[in-house]
């Protein structure tokens, strides 16, 4: 089974505190800093999950957009939000369309375990991209980590499904990990997630060695520099 397979259908539930809206006008007013008009544009988004950001960002702004994700269940729950989406790795991405935008949001990145992942999700990007395009995607910092998901455990349930989320940080590897178990029917399931946390100087020697200009990093939803208390950095890269 792969990850969100069964976490799909309560992600929503899960993530309900995020503000989605929050972070379209963030995502806009990173673009007007730089000069572009949020208007207009041709957006990837990849691991779109369930497409709670696309949904509000084309009601916010006109332009076409693609989803990708790798999970089909993320994708089968976002599809009454988003018609454009496509179950797509966003390390081998299948497009030969060239876009003016491509977003991954979410510490989706962190999925990326090595370096050699992160730099095809770079540069397979960097290949669908129009020229002076850009290239947004957040990660989570080790900070962010210690501070909030060094060690715990909640229980809860949705509908008929109890489940139990173990959240551990693995602090030699930098590897923050999320176990979800899930009873439904008197069935249990796993799911075990693996994140890998990298530190700021690693995610700026692999952009350096892409075709991308790095514009700016920013801390958590603002657009001031990253420092040490940096729970999440938004990277914002040209090509
Ligand atoms: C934390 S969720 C974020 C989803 C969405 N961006 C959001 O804001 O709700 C991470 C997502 O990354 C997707 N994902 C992980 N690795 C991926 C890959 N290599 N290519 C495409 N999607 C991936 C997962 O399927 C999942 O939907």
């Given at each position: 089974?792969?990850?969100?397979?069964?976490?799909?259908?309560?992600?929503?539930?899960?993530?309900?505190?995020?503000?989605?809206?929050?972070?379209?006008?963030?995502?806009?007013?990173?673009?007007?800093?730089?000069?572009?008009?949020?208007?207009?544009?041709?957006?990837?988004?990849?691991?779109?999950?369930?497409?709670?950001?696309?949904?509000?960002?084309?009601?916010?702004?006109?332009?076409?957009?693609?989803?990708?994700?790798?999970?089909?269940q993320m994708?089968?729950?976002?599809?009454?939000?988003?018609?454009?989406?496509?179950?797509?790795?966003?390390?081998?991405?299948?497009?030969?369309?060239?876009?003016?935008?491509?977003?991954?949001?979410?510490?989706?990145?962190?999925?990326?375990?090595?370096?050699?992942?992160?730099?095809?999700?770079?540069?397979?990007?960097?290949?669908?991209?129009?020229?002076?395009?850009?290239?947004?995607?957040?990660?989570?910092?080790?900070?962010?980590?210690?501070?909030?998901?060094?060690?715990?455990?909640?229980?809860?349930?949705?509908?008929?499904?109890?489940?139990?989320?173990?959240?551990?940080?693995?602090?030699d590897n930098?590897?923050?990990?999320?176990?979800?178990?899930?009873?439904?029917?008197?069935?249990?399931?796993?799911?075990?997630?693996?994140?890998?946390?990298?530190?700021?100087?690693?995610?700026?020697?692999?952009?350096?060695?892409?075709?991308?200009?790095?514009?700016?990093?920013?801390?958590?939803?603002?657009?001031?520099?990253?420092?040490?208390?940096?729970?999440?950095?938004?990277?914002?890269?040209?090509?």
């Amino acid at each position: 089974m792969r990850n969100y397979d069964k976490i799909a259908f309560f992600y929503e539930y899960l993530m309900s505190h995020v503000n989605y809206s929050y972070w379209v006008s963030y995502i806009g007013k990173i673009l007007k800093y730089y000069n572009f008009s949020p208007d207009g544009l041709n957006v990837l988004e990849c691991a779109c999950g369930t497409s709670s950001f696309l949904e509000l960002w084309k009601k916010k702004y006109k332009g076409d957009y693609i989803g990708i994700d790798l999970s089909y269940q993320m994708l089968q729950q976002g599809i009454k939000r988003c018609s454009s989406l496509v179950q797509a790795d966003m390390k081998t991405l299948p497009f030969k369309a060239h876009f003016n935008l491509i977003l991954s949001l979410f510490d989706s990145v962190n999925y990326l375990m090595t370096y050699e992942e992160l730099l095809s999700f770079l540069n397979c990007t960097n290949s669908v991209l129009e020229k002076n395009g850009l290239l947004i995607f957040d990660v989570t910092t080790v900070y962010n980590s210690l501070t909030h998901f060094r060690q715990n455990c909640y229980f809860d349930h949705y509908g008929d499904t109890a489940f139990e989320h173990k959240v551990y940080f693995d602090s030699d590897n930098n590897i923050q990990c999320n176990d979800f178990k899930y009873v439904y029917k008197g069935k249990s399931v796993v799911e075990k997630h693996r994140q890998k946390v990298y530190e700021y100087d690693e995610l700026i020697g692999l952009i350096n060695q892409t075709d991308f200009r790095l514009l700016g990093a920013y801390k958590n939803f603002t657009l001031k520099d990253v420092d040490n208390n940096t729970e999440r950095i938004h990277f914002v890269l040209k090509k």
